[in-house]
DNA sequence: CGTCATTTTGAGGTATTTCAACGAAGGTGG
DNA sequence: CCACCTTCGTTGAAATACCTCAAAATGACG
């Protein structure tokens, strides 16, 4: 399991513009940073549905997921499941609540991720403000993603919802097998509860895409995009 | 317009638990800090429906709500209006990307706010971790808001989506008038952007729970719970 | 006391959900 | 090697809930 995991020498931060001015110098995380954190850091490998971590336990660590594909959803009251995000390589994740997560982790493919353990990684934060700021772009960014999600979600049409996260796959880091294709490292289930539908809709507005000569599906697994001008005119909802 | 606003004697930070160990010390904004931001922040008044941004404007700083309600929105292709957010005292926004805001934020009531810009902002975070630190616990408290409203807005049913919101306005540090009664600081309109509906859907959810006694506004601008234990259970949803 | 903006109400259309059942894929054990 | 089982995905038909369009009612304000 896991393989292919020797790039990443150490935890990944795609660092995205927040709190950048135009040209203000942006620190980057720095060969010492990175060395710092990976001192900290524990390597942990996760096959198909492990778990990082699970709801309401002691939030010990945070996160970064290294390689693969992760899902952070919430089982509601209702019974339902609503995934709040899923997690590439150079995400950050760990999000607690008076010292409780707030959200189950589990992996939907082969992945590593690095644990980061807050008692070691708050003093070091608290010494290193350009490692901090790193750390507080990376919570940017997720925030960011949030609000998009959000946005998504309230789209009344299965067939958008559908577009918009094959989209999302299509510009997250995933290693893309054969060219031209999107890979897609999770279940109907997942996208479904990501997207807030059910399967069945999930399904039909697959299957509605595909009649029209918009996207089509290689196996469950891997989609490729056909009709490029229908298809961004669908996704393009935010 | 904003008045009442003398008991913020500067930026407040709702400091919120996030990378929060059970026992560490929890850097607290202190004294000399708030004099810090207080003196690179510019007051700002805004009268309802005032601006503190616009969507795509070149994003200079970063806002903390001092007092009021604002209203953080995105007008999408479609025609809609999405709400990503309100914001009350405590609150940090300013959410950008690639130098852009990304929300446009508007007063819902006389509000204020504080301004600090970036350029000042940011060596000021890099040369005092304690104060960085907790601008990251702000933007987690965000990351938290931003994932409870994507559950929320996935709710099949209006009613509860309503009740949730009501719930969340309860529970905002939004200055009580009449005791028992909780404060509506937005239209319809902004509560339907909000909560993914249409202000005709908000307005028979609104119906629905009055004639099922559970609540009761009066006037457009406040309501009261009747009956909590309906209230609640309605209510809970994430 | 008009005017404008906001809110409410009504009737019909439409998309997704629900419920039910079938089909496909992968793993296990005899 | 095949039967069996579990998980996952697909398809169909009816019900529900929200949306859309249209119009009346309420409230704020000059």
Do not use: W
């Amino acid at each position: 399991m896991t393989k292919d995991l020797s790039r990443v020498s150490g935890p990944a931060l795609r660092a995205l513009p927040f709190f950048r001015p135009e040209n203000a110098a942006v620190p980057r995380l720095n060969e010492q940073q990175r060395q710092r954190l990976l001192g900290i850091a524990t390597r942990i490998d996760l096959k198909p549905r492990g778990f990082a971590y699970k709801e309401h336990a002691a939030a010990g660590a945070v996160f970064i997921c290294g390689e693969g594909a992760i899902k952070s959803f919430r089982d509601l009251p209702s019974g339902r499941r609503r995934v709040v995000g899923f997690l590439f390589r150079g995400d950050i994740f760990g999000l607690a609540e008076n010292g409780r997560y707030v959200n189950s982790t589990q992996a939907t493919m082969p992945s590593m991720c690095y644990r980061l353990p807050l008692e070691q990684l708050v003093p070091i934060m608290l010494q290193d403000p350009g490692l901090e700021f790193n750390m507080m772009l990376k919570i940017t960014h997720e925030l960011r993603e949030a609000q998009r999600h959000n946005i998504l979600v309230c789209s009344r049409s299965a067939k958008v919802r559908l577009a918009a996260c094959i989209k999302m796959l299509e510009s997250s880091p995933l290693p893309v097998t054969s060219p031209g294709t999107i890979p897609v490292p999770m279940t109907r289930t997942d996208i479904a509860d990501y997207l807030g539908l059910t399967i069945e809709s999930v399904s039909r507005a697959t299957r509605e895409l595909t009649s029209a000569g918009v996207i089509k599906f290689s196996g469950p697994r891997a989609v490729r995009v056909l009709n490029r001008e229908k298809f961004e005119s669908l996704a393009r909802v935010l």
